[in-house]
């Protein structure tokens, strides 16, 4: 991939001329991290700058292994965690996870929107709290039913519910009073994850697909106002009561469910280690669908020398696979204009920093 002008305004910011040099050389900056490190001009805006720019290090003052980073993240350690193993303040850490994540989306939002499905699928959700148990989150992902690749996701938060002592009402209402919750998030969610199949089944060249979920009502009735999910995609409905094993038409979620539980600090049952920021859990999440999808093995069993990943069975090729890791931890960063081209609606919120807190507050 060619590097561009990083200047917004010039002609050679999004499509930079492949055949002639744009830039040239201009002298030597002396920094304490790199040392004497060259910098080039842009010949039309004259704006200045550096290969670092391009880089997921850019204007940090120390470098971060992002493979090791990532590796701690998807194996159950928390943000101290890693601050204290890479012997660094935690907000280090934070910021490092948030470039991750932008890349992370950059570059497989696109091949993603490339891939024709050639599979059904089943979408479910995952609860879990952020800030305190007064605020239950769900995450909504949208799973291959033969590869157990993650297509999607999106998340939101909702008014906690079952029963409750006096004394939690009481502190319920309290903090009811200042939150914030979007109305009909549950069934906005949904439908996004929808929109996302109704266009890739549109697409794809199978004539019928099979979606499965569990008798959630708001889903059969999402299901059935949408325009475009009919013509192509059948509802299966499975009670969210049967046994989880691979027989269940659920599996695929279940699983993914499962592995969630197992590898990220902050969804495993009786956590300390809870998100504060909703941003922040989708940096994570983002983090760790890429691990899933690109990193793991699809199924590791005894004597086996070559695994396949979830990608490859869901249709991308070793090589595409190859080229997407690589990109991911050591490519150039994308123009924004361009890495949210392929974005979903729930993934520019996402990208901009726009998802809705319960109090309205930064995390610490």
């Not at 070559?306 to 997407?324: N, P």
């Amino acid at each position: 991939q060619e590097i561009y002008c990083p200047n917004p305004d010039c002609p050679n910011h999004k499509n930079p001329p492949l055949e002639a040099e744009w830039y040239r050389k201009k002298g030597f900056a002396n920094t304490k991290r790199s040392g004497n490190t060259q910098r080039y001009q842009c010949k039309l805006c004259k704006r200045t700058f550096a290969l670092s720019y391009f880089s997921i290090n850019h204007y940090v003052h120390r470098k971060i292994p992002v493979r090791k980073l990532l590796y701690h993240l998807v194996s159950g350690s928390g943000i101290r965690d890693m601050s204290r193993a890479m012997h660094c303040h935690p907000c280090v850490i934070q910021h490092r996870i948030r470039e991750l994540s932008r890349r992370i989306m950059a570059v497989c939002s696109q091949e993603t929107a490339l891939l024709e499905l050639n599979e059904d699928v089943a979408a479910d959700g995952l609860e879990n709290f952020i800030l305190s148990q007064y605020f239950p989150t769900y995450l909504n992902i949208l799973v291959g039913h033969d590869s157990q690749f993650i297509y999607t996701f999106n998340s939101y938060h909702f008014k906690r519910k079952g029963s409750m002592t006096e004394e939690q009402r009481k502190i319920k209402e309290k903090i009811y009073k200042e939150a914030q919750f979007e109305k009909g998030a549950a069934s906005e969610r949904f439908r996004e994850i929808l929109d996302f199949l109704a266009l890739k089944a549109k697409e794809s060249e199978r004539s019928s697909f099979i979606l499965d979920t569990d008798e959630n009502p708001i889903y059969h009735t999402q299901i059935s106002r949408h325009p475009d999910i009919r013509d192509k995609i059948s509802h299966r409905k499975t009670n969210s009561k049967k046994a989880r094993n691979y027989q269940n038409k659920l599996f695929p979620c279940n699983y993914i469910d499962r592995q969630i539980r197992k590898d990220l600090a902050e969804y495993i049952r009786e956590t300390v280690q809870f998100g504060r920021d909703m941003n922040n859990c989708m940096d994570r999440f983002t983090c760790y669908s890429f691990w899933h999808n690109f990193c793991k093995p699809f199924r590791i069993n005894p004597g086996k020398e070559k695994y396949k990943y979830h990608a490859q069975v869901a249709g991308f090729t070793i090589r595409s696979i190859t080229e997407i890791v690589s990109e991911v931890f050591s490519g150039i960063r994308k123009q924004d204009d361009v890495a949210c081209e392929y974005l979903t609606d729930f993934q520019r919120r996402h990208w901009e920093r726009n998802l809705i807190n319960p109090l309205a507050r930064k995390a610490v």
